[in-house]
């Protein structure tokens, strides 16, 4: 059963305009992480975020910022006045306490497509 | 700093032959994660391994792929008798500490895209 969900195939925006992923999760775990990573169009993975489960703090970093709610199960993550080169997939992942850490769990991916 | 290493950054293999996928992790990572990305799909994990040891390999398909990360040197991924269906990126991360230590971030290399033709 997938674990995480990422609703949004694609998103397009043009530049300057603030985009939101939604990033859903699903787990029986108290203890895991959620984490974000940019996969540009040349296809590295370029990572954003790790938070614990037990850190509900919203988190920004320039113009990324994450909304993290466990009473939903959500991991959101806005880009403010996008840029072009935010064009990419983003992926969601999750790491469970009972699942071996080391294994990230994927959501499908968003792509953000950010035009001038 | 260098960053986690994979080589090659490009494989083409004919349907039978053997695929030798190299990762050599970030200076100070004893840790080595490999993830396989079909065309338009998202990231699956693999198998999970720290120096000669295999920690997680629920996500290895149960024949023909194997992967190690010996005493010395860099991890490998081998895929025998490939077919086409094995076409795909294939990632490997690397992390400092495992078990969901504050150290655990998981940083990917740059990714092996094997073809199958």
């Known amino acids: 059963a997938q674990k995480v969900t990422q609703a949004q195939t694609e998103i397009s925006v043009v530049e300057k305009e603030d985009v939101t992923l939604d990033c859903v999760y699903e787990?029986?775990?108290?203890?895991?992480?959620l984490f974000w990573y940019k996969q540009p169009p040349s296809g590295e993975l370029v990572f954003l975020i790790r938070?614990?489960?037990?850190?509900?703090q919203n988190e920004i970093s320039g113009r990324y910022s994450w909304n993290f709610q466990k009473s939903t199960s959500s991991f959101n993550f806005t880009i403010t006045a996008s840029q072009v080169v935010d064009s990419a997939v983003y992926f969601c992942?999750?790491?469970?306490?009972?699942?071996?850490?080391?294994?990230?769990?994927f959501g499908a991916g968003t792509q953000v497509v950010v035009t001038p | 700093n260098a960053g986690v290493m994979q080589n090659p950054r490009h494989l083409v293999r004919r349907r039978g032959q053997e695929a030798r996928l190299r990762c050599s992790p970030m200076?100070?990572?004893?840790?080595v994660y490999w993830y396989r990305q079909l065309p338009e799909e998202g990231l699956k994990f693999m198998v999970y391994?720290?120096?000669?040891?295999?920690?997680?390999e629920s996500g290895m398909p149960k024949e023909r792929f194997s992967a190690e990360f010996p005493k010395e040197g860099p991890s490998i991924l081998r895929i025998q008798q490939v077919v086409r269906g094995d076409s795909a990126a294939y990632f490997c991360?690397?992390?400092?500490?495992?078990?969901?230590?504050?150290?655990?971030?998981?940083?990917f290399g740059p990714g092996t895209r094997l073809t199958v033709t």
């Open positions: 991360a690397s992390s400092p500490a495992g078990g969901g230590a504050k150290e655990d971030e998981q940083y």
């Open positions: 391994l720290q120096k000669e040891n295999i920690i997680d």
């Open positions: 787990t029986r775990d108290t203890t895991y992480y």
């Open positions: 200076k100070g990572h004893s840790h």
């Open positions: 992942a999750l790491s469970e306490e009972s699942d071996s850490w080391g294994k990230l769990q």
């Open positions: 938070r614990n489960s037990f850190d509900e």
